[in-house]
């Protein structure tokens, strides 16, 4: 055999070999009377693990392009080029080749063991079921009647609720917009992927907080934007050094998530809102601002939002309902300059035709009712009582082992562990006992950072949740 694997590639061994045995079949150079070799042959071959050659050949199999029999050997599946003369797609290489790229894989893997097994959930950023308001949820829908129409909407959302969204955060963020500014969106992550994929190009510069939720999101390479980084610290963002990030790669958008950000829990310091209002009118650089928390606030002081001090529209503001009511009404929005939000709303159109009707009926009787501002008192009330209680435990379990700044709203806490310890393994351990958490290397670029997020268990379940994280930490 010619061919010899690239050691130096990033592409597995395995899959290489996978790939040049498919395309051998394809054009003759495996003809189909004839076994294919051994795997113990091949390894020799080649001069790489058996372990390696078995799993090409297991990725073959599961393609339907081979038949491995005890006895005969390992031969070309007949359904290929026998008399239906029917192919098998390799859908393993078509799902490598799209070009929407996948989440990292221990985010896959924290998800599908959320849902699977029983966990203390310590990493979804969801509101458990109890904190959602279904009673007033239940009264819309069992006591209004619905009278719009069950067509297609007009296509930047439903016009009484950007009516409705248009009072809310004028009343709620000190934010002047108008409806026709609005564009309703299946949650904060359509509209940021209508940002990126609408008003970005290949190769464009943007910044992003470090560590952020943005930080490792697939969106941005996926549309080949190139990443440049601000770290946070106790007090967010320092604009000086996104002066030098534009000098350096001229940056053409930025990404922030101000009030109590995700996943250090920080809010940005509000002279710090002109500074970046200042460099972005001075070079034209817009600010995408990713606003989920601004209303769980566990102080009195009222938080301030970037749009709402934006006077020249350079702002594109995202926020949504599914961290203050409900994820699964899949209610978001996004304000900016009427002909950007036209564009969005046009892209939006060829994803989906407009959002479901039902959804925003009942997302605009809550928000415009009493019965939403009595929610989010009591939201706030059961969130700081988590908090409180998360804090507690973290100082009673792990002591001097870990430093953290307590979060005064939003939903994350964001730990430094001081131990040496491998990622994965502290990962595995605490999976093995029941609780889950975010890894700090999906979030941001340092080290030994862990995210927590105290919304979705109730005080008892976060208490047991930590003992088990401290024991998995222990046990390294």
Known sequence: ????????????????????????????????????????????????????????????????????????????????????????????????????????????????????????????????????????????????????????????????????????????????????????????????HLVVQCLLKPGDAVALEDPSYSYNLPIFKSAGIKTHFLQVDKDGVNPDDLLLLHKKHRIR?????????????????????????????????????????????????????????DVHGNVLYISSLSKIVASGLRIGWIIGPAPVIERLADAKQQIDFGHAILNQWIANDFLESENFHSHIKRLVKELESRRNQIVTSLKFYLKDQVEFSIPQGGIHIWCRVKKDYNEMQLLEESMKRGVIFVPGSTMGSKKGFVRFTFAREDEPSIHEGIKRFAEALNSL
């Not at 394809?26 to 051994?38: E, H, I, M």
């Not at 029999?69 to 290929?80: A, L, M």
């Not at 924290?110 to 959930?121: C, D, L, P, T």
Request: hydrophobic share 35%; glycine share 6%.
């Open 253 to 309: 958008m930025i990404f922030l998530n101000p009030a109590f950000q995700n996943p250090t829990g920080t809010l940005l310091q509000k002279e710090k809102y002109k500074a970046i209002l200042d460099i972005s009118s001075e070079h034209g650089i817009p600010v995408v601002e990713d606003d989920p928390y601004s209303l769980i606030s566990f102080t009195d002081e009222e938080v301030s939002t970037l749009k709402s001090m």
């Open 1 to 192: 055999m010619d061919w010899k694997p690239d050691r130096t590639a990033k592409k597995a061994i395995y899959k290489q070999l996978a790939e040049y045995i498919e395309n051998g079949i394809a054009d003759g150079t495996f003809p189909p009377d004839k076994p294919l070799p051994s795997e113990r042959t091949l390894a020799k071959e080649l001069t790489i693990n058996r372990s390696t050659v078995i799993a090409a050949y297991d990725e073959l199999e599961s393609n339907g392009l081979i038949h491995r029999n005890r006895g005969s050997g390992t031969t070309i599946s007949k359904d290929i080029w026998g008399i239906t003369k029917k192919r098998i797609p390799s859908w393993n290489r078509y799902i490598e080749a799209g070009s929407f790229l996948p989440n990292l894989p221990v985010m896959q893997r924290i998800r599908k063991e959320a849902v699977e097994h029983k966990m203390i959930n310590l990493a979804s950023g969801e509101l458990s079921e109890d904190l959602f308001p279904i009673k007033y949820l239940r009264e819309i829908t069992s006591t209004r009647s619905f009278f719009g129409s069950l067509g297609y909407d007009h296509p930047l959302g439903n016009e009484v609720l950007r009516n409705t969204i248009t009072k809310h955060v004028k009343q709620c963020r000190r934010i002047e917009t108008n409806p026709s500014s609005i564009l309703i969106t299946s949650g904060a992550q359509q509209a940021l």
